[in-house]
């Protein structure tokens, strides 16, 4: 195993080579099973992702013919949020799956920048409508999380790696050499106690992704597997007020369903957890239409003219106008031109429901920012903030990274 595994690591020279017809041009990410590039597919001119497998898979027959039945299962589904696959095969030693190329990069990647409740149900909602159209032609995903769901540019939520947790728990290789299948922070109990699961283990994990959406953290959160597991089948998953006191009792309610012990006392569809959570989310925050609140025409043009702030720390965009990061409280330390302050002024005067005010300087922010976009109030007052493991120093709740060492606040 230990020679397969040098010639694992071997393959990172895969760029600019050619493998099922593509040509390889540069690594997208990489996790304990596989390894995604960008490719150019030769004969049809377009850019495709593909994914290749360690080595030691290939010399499995068994899986190999597994793997090849279970492609060409997921190569009939067609929805608007189910990535597409082109292709599979098996050359050179190495086991590929060729699929539509998403360019917007992953939830994971979008999660990083303060999400609005509608942004959070509509991402819920897409999923969940990907999930409910594959089970009901009987395949269950077994690996939802963040960096299986892709972000088109404009925001579509797409899901990818249908039926590989399914596929490489079949693999004598995947035995041999100790991997597990699924992420532990997001495996429903039944999957850590390793019984037979159904549909209701993809509704659990969409239920910790809401949480980690809703919160910045997934419930159970532990450096080993064994507590993990542990955790999903024996406690109780902390209420996400506790994170995020913003958070109504209808949407808390419908995060914990999801994340029952017993599949039974679950959502039974993961469209009825997303038209449930859609409900909720319309009871706490009645927004108006987009198109129905509209600023006046010569604050509209104000507005647009105004440059963005990207923060160099989160990458979160933020108006022109804002003195710090609404993603990670980042000060911006620039001045802020005289329309773009009248815009402000304006807005704080005229804030629509569902926003919250801030208890400093009365700015209206969006209802799940964690900081002031004007003066960088945490709005997360009387919440408990988290202790870096590294240094030890306390920080601010809301914050994902410590402010003194730069630890991730895991």
């Given amino acids: 195993m230990a020679g397969q595994?040098?010639?694992?690591?071997?393959?990172d020279d895969l760029v600019g080579k050619s493998l099922g017809g593509c040509v390889i041009n540069e690594l997208l990410g990489q996790g304990g099973m596989a390894r995604v590039y960008r490719?150019?597919?030769?004969?049809?001119?377009?850019?495709?992702?593909?994914?290749?497998?360690?080595?030691?898979?290939?010399?499995?027959?068994?899986?190999v013919d597994r793997f090849e039945l279970e492609a060409r299962s997921l190569a009939r589904l067609m929805h608007p949020n189910i990535v597409v696959l082109h292709d599979a095969g098996d050359e050179q030693g190495l086991l590929y799956?060729?699929?539509?190329?998403v360019a917007g990069g992953t939830l994971r990647e979008y999660m990083t920048h303060s999400m609005s409740l509608r942004e959070v149900t509509r991402i819920?909602?897409?999923?969940?409508?990907?999930?409910?159209?594959?089970?009901e032609r009987g395949i269950i995903h077994r690996d939802v999380k963040p960096v299986n769901v892709l972000m088109d540019e404009s925001k579509r939520a797409v899901l990818s790696d249908f039926g590989i947790a399914k596929v490489l728990a079949t693999s004598a290789a995947l035995t041999r050499s100790g991997a597990g299948v699924g992420t532990p922070?997001?495996?429903?109990?039944?999957?850590?106690?390793?019984?037979?699961?159904?549909?209701r283990a993809d509704i659990y994990a969409l239920g910790v992704m809401l949480y980690e959406m809703l919160t910045g953290h997934t419930p159970f959160e532990a450096d080993n597997y064994t507590a993990l597991a542990h955790s999903h089948i024996y406690e109780t998953p902390p209420p996400p007020s506790k994170y995020n006191p913003r958070i109504s009792p209808a949407v808390q309610a419908v995060t914990l369903k999801a994340l029952a012990k017993d599949p039974s006392e679950r959502f039974q569809q993961a469209m009825d957890m997303a038209i449930t959570l859609e409900q909720a989310a319309a009871a706490q925050a009645p927004l108006p239409p987009a198109t129905e609140y509209r600023p006046a025409p010569a604050a509209e043009e104000?507005?647009?003219?105004?440059?963005k702030i990207i923060c160099p720390r989160c990458q979160s965009e933020n108006h022109a106008s804002q003195?710090?990061?609404?993603?990670?409280?980042?000060?911006?330390?620039?001045?802020?031109?005289?329309?773009?302050?009248?815009?402000?002024?304006?807005?704080?005067?005229?804030?629509?429901?569902?926003?919250?005010?801030?208890?400093?300087?009365?700015?209206?922010?969006?209802?799940?920012?964690?900081?002031?976009?004007?003066?960088?109030?945490n709005l997360l007052r009387g919440v408990p903030g988290r202790r870096c493991h590294k240094c030890g120093v306390q920080n601010?709740?809301?914050?994902?990274f410590c402010t003194t060492c730069g630890a991730a606040l895991v």
């Fill in 5 to 11: 595994e040098a010639t694992w690591r071997a393959h």
């Fill in 185 to 199: 922070e997001y495996m429903s109990p039944e999957q850590c106690k390793g019984i037979q699961v159904d549909a």
């Fill in 124 to 135: 819920i909602k897409e999923v969940a409508s990907a999930l409910t159209y594959a089970h």
């Fill in 39 to 63: 490719a150019r597919q030769k004969h049809l001119d377009r850019d495709v992702a593909i994914k290749v497998l360690p080595p030691f898979y290939a010399s499995d027959q068994n899986f």
């Fill in 302 to 307: 104000a507005e647009r003219a105004a440059a």
């Fill in 396 to 400: 601010t709740p809301g914050t994902r």
């Fill in 97 to 101: 799956i060729i699929m539509e190329y």
């Fill in 323 to 377: 003195r710090f990061c609404s993603g990670c409280g980042l000060a911006f330390d620039q001045p802020r031109s005289a329309q773009a302050s009248a815009h402000l002024i304006a807005v704080a005067h005229a804030a629509p429901a569902g926003y919250v005010t801030c208890p400093t300087c009365q700015t209206p922010n969006d209802s799940l920012n964690r900081f002031c976009t004007r003066c960088g109030t």
